[in-house]
């Protein structure tokens, strides 16, 4: 049986014709759109569900959106690209997982142009946001030198998505969640300029 609750946090976004929409994403893995401004009246509804549904359901936690697009990761592996304002599907990447620590249960985050995501499989993943097409990845698993000279160890990423300020990426890595996740104790920060420690 699936949950249709909702885990993920809500998004009130500014359309392009200036009108505002609340975006909820179900864990049954609709994607609903409302209207704010009149008597929350459904604009659209999108179904991106890949998998038989079971209890953890296909969106767990928060999406992301730009001026026409919002994303969400998916528990059967992957990153889902919707249009604001109708609905339709732009895109939908799949990533090549396999085992008990697969899927993108945690919440991605966008910045102009790219959409990260972090996988149950402890791969933080950079997708660009027209097409998603994959830019980037780093595993973060294993042992790391940490700056506090504690021995560090990541593990799957969830709940919390990555965490971008002052050109820097920030994520947390080793999540057990409710179904037995790996785990680890890092919190690593990405740069891309090299005079950063």
């Known amino acids: 049986m699936c949950s249709s609750d909702l885990g993920a946090a809500t998004i009130l976004h500014d359309l392009p014709n200036g009108k505002r929409v609340l ?18 009246t459904v604009l659209w509804k999108t179904d991106v569900t ?14 992301a959106a730009d001026e026409t697009q919002v994303y969400y990761g998916l ?19 799949s990533f090549n997982e396999s085992g008990p620590h697969s ?24 997708l ?5 097409k994959l830019l980037w990845q780093y595993d973060t698993k294993g042992a790391i030198e940490t700056v506090n000279g504690i021995r560090g160890t990541g593990g799957s990423l969830g709940a919390p998505g990555p965490v971008i300020a002052n050109g820097m990426l920030y994520v ?3 999540y057990i969640g409710v179904v037995g996740g790996l785990p680890g104790n890092l919190l690593l920060a990405f740069s891309d300029s090299p005079n950063v420690n």
């Open 103 to 126: 899927g993108s249960s945690g919440a991605v985050t966008a910045i102009p142009g790219v959409v990260f995501s972090g996988g149950f499989d402890g791969t933080l993943r950079a």
């Open 128 to 132: 660009a946001a027209e097409d998603g």
């Open 172 to 174: 947390e890595s080793g």
């Open 75 to 93: 528990t059967s592996g992957g990153v889902v690209a919707l249009d604001v304002t109708t609905g339709e599907k732009k895109w939908l990447t």
């Open 50 to 63: 890949r998998k038989k549904p079971d209890a953890v359901g296909e969106i767990v936690w928060g999406g």
């Open 23 to 40: 975006l909820a994403a179900q864990k049954s893995g609709i994607v609903w759109a409302h209207d704010p401004d009149n008597q929350g």
